[in-house]
């Protein structure tokens, strides 16, 4: 669909077209802050926003980043407060399973019985107290922009939308709706309340963006609403194309497989399974190396941390990753073979891929068919995809890759082309601005009082 809207360029006092920016209103539970993947999506699609065009109402958990929006109100509420020290005290067990020697067991109960107690806490509203009434009227915004989350943060952006008739546009990454406390009686009621709230968002929405053609198929099917694509962003200025396409050869060259990103669970698990095949490989006299960016050595279980081909580097600035490109020969996305695990990125495309599409070569991808970057990958042609679980089958893959070099360049070339015409940073803004610029113009009727 065409996200042009009539007047969505206007005439400056020179008589030059200039883009026409509504006064956005953001509220998320997310921070611009570039150690998540979330908090980089935000940072490319608001950055280039105009300061005087934009307020960010921070209501999530945690403090706020020091890069974040000037005009910016933070309102943790009850949710935020109580799971700071939730987070606190359960550091350990929230950051990422427990690793051994030969891999990644279980977390236990305590992340149930913690998200329990969580599910209940989402439903405590946040205040519209008189500071963000004084704080919203002052600004006047024309748009809601938010990825909701919990039921206590749609039932924000309801009243705010409500009370100062403002519409909204909704923005998913993830299938979390169908995910989120499924399966845990005890967190019913939050779940029921999550959904019904969903439900709502969506159809009262003057725009609704998905992450991927994928997840805007299954969506307009599942809700029976028009929704658009904006996918994850590259700036290509940072990453310029390769000089040289090259492919590696099976004797004589060290093979090196790159990651960017830190892992947990089964994803962390399809890491093990990568190492014990460059091991196998090895024994037949290829050499091989695992070049791991943005993770310490000491945050891997043993079995990786001691690896011999297994090399690290907790850096991941722009920098890093350029010379990542350079030296590395694949670069590898790894997903979960855990059903429950990958059901929430079942629709979604990775932050990563991107980034490893504009690096210019081939994606070797380890996952499930059914997942979005997986099938993204395969359909893309622009690498490898390993879809059967266990060492034999990512053995035999990175064997037939290593005696394919021209394989190897053929796909690098198209990881590229589909970066520069996917997910060109300006371009994607550009569309993102669009749509939001169509919301803040659209000739609807926007909710009552009951809505």
């Known amino acids: ?29 997310f ?50 407060r109580v799971a700071k020290v939730a987070q606190g ?21 305590s992340r149930w019985v913690k998200s329990s107690l969580l599910a209940w806490l989402e439903l405590a509203p946040f205040r519209l107290d008189h500071q963000m009434a004084r704080w919203i009227e002052a600004f006047r915004p024309q748009v809601i922009y938010t990825w909701l989350g919990t039921p206590a943060i749609q039932g924000l952006v309801r009243r705010i939308s409500t009370r100062w008739q403002v519409p909204t ?23 029921r309340a999550l959904v019904r709230g969903f439900e709502q968002e969506i159809a009262a929405a003057a725009e609704r963006i998905a992450i991927c053609d994928k997840m805007a198929a299954a969506y307009r099917s599942r809700y029976g609403r028009e929704f658009e694509v904006v996918p994850n962003a590259i700036d290509l200025s940072h990453f310029p194309a390769p000089a040289i396409m090259r492919g590696s050869a099976a004797e004589g060259h060290r093979f090196t497989l790159g990651h960017v990103g830190r892992l947990s669970g089964g994803r962390l698990q399809g890491l093990v399974d990568v190492e014990a095949a460059f091991r196998v490989l090895a024994r037949r006299g290829v050499s091989m190396r695992l070049e791991l960016v943005g993770v310490s050595r000491e945050a891997l279980p043993l079995v990786l941390r ?43 495309l990775s932050a990563k891929l991107p980034l490893y ?15 979005g970057s997986i099938d993204y990958v395969e359909s893309g042609g622009c690498g490898v995809v390993i879809a059967e679980r266990g060492v034999d089958a990512v053995t035999a893959a990175l064997q037939r890759l290593l005696e394919s070099p021209q394989q190897q360049v053929t796909m690098g ?39």
């Not at 590229?416 to 803040?440: I, Y």
């Open 306 to 348: 001691d690896s011999p081909v297994v090399q690290c580097d907790p850096k991941a600035s722009d920098e890093r990753v350029r010379r990542l490109g350079l030296d590395a020969d694949a670069l590898l996305q790894v997903e979960s073979f855990d059903a429950p695990e990958n059901a929430w990125f079942r629709l979604s």
């Open 89 to 109: 005290v359960h550091r350990g067990s929230n950051a990422s399973p427990r690793v051994g020697k030969d891999g990644i067991a279980s977390t236990g109960g």
């Open 169 to 191: 546009v909704v923005h998913i990454m993830d299938d979390w709706v169908s995910c989120k406390h499924a399966g845990n009686w005890l967190a019913a009621p939050s779940r």
């Open 31 to 80: 921070g611009l802050s570039s150690q998540s993947a979330s908090g980089r999506m935000l940072q490319n699609l608001l950055s280039a926003w105009p300061g005087t065009k934009l307020i960010y109402l921070h209501v999530g958990v945690g403090s706020m980043p020091d890069n974040r929006p000037p005009n910016t109100l933070w309102k943790p509420g009850v949710f935020g």
């Open 413 to 451: 070339q198209q990881a590229r082309r589909l970066a520069e015409t996917k997910h060109d940073r300006v371009a994607v803004f550009d569309r993102f601005r669009r749509l939001l610029a169509r919301a803040g113009k659209a000739e609807q009727p926007l909710r009552g009082p009951g809505s």
């Open 357 to 371: 599409l504009a690096l210019g070569r081939p994606v070797v991808a380890y996952g499930p068919h059914g997942l």
């Open 1 to 29: 669909m065409n996200c042009g809207v009539e007047d969505d360029v206007r005439p400056s006092g020179t008589g030059q077209p200039v883009p026409y920016y509504p006064r956005l209103l953001v509220i998320n539970g």
